[in-house]
Nanobody, 118 residues
Framework: QVQLAESGGGLVQAGGSLTLSCEAS????????MGWYRQAPGQQRELVAT???????NYADSVKGRFTISRDLAKNTVYLQMNSLKPEDTAVYYC????????????WGQGTQVTVSS
């Protein structure tokens, strides 16, 4: 089992920045890819950014050039630096991890709210 604890959400004006953090605990050696998804009201959950243990990244087109994912393996933590925030970035952001050997095994954090005011 893996537990994921997010922090860093909040309210920010358009054009501002926020950094989200997600610390993993439990069976940390089983973790492969980690990343962030988000879900806006009335919308499906969507990928924001992911990073493999080998530091390969993947970003949604809507956040490329504005968001940066990073990962500290020693601290079992993944970060999401969000710059030039837009009102359409408003959503609950969820941390996500995938088992390195059995990719169908995934874990989710409880989510952290990000609200961008215009």
């Amino acid at each position: 089992q893996v537990q994921l604890a997010e922090s860093g959400g909040g309210l920010v004006q358009a054009g501002g920045s926020l950094t989200l953090s997600c610390e993993a605990s439990g069976s940390i050696f089983s973790i492969g890819t980690m990343g962030w998804y988000r879900q806006a009201p009335g919308q499906q959950r969507e990928l924001v950014a992911t990073m493999t243990r080998g530091s390969t990244t993947n970003y949604a087109d809507s956040v490329k050039g504005r968001f940066t994912i990073s990962r500290d393996l020693a601290k079992n933590t993944v970060y999401l630096q969000m710059n030039s925030l837009k009102p359409e970035d408003t959503a609950v952001y969820y941390c996500h991890s995938r088992n390195r050997q059995v990719e169908s095994v995934v874990y989710w954090g409880q989510g952290t709210q990000v609200t961008v005011s215009s």
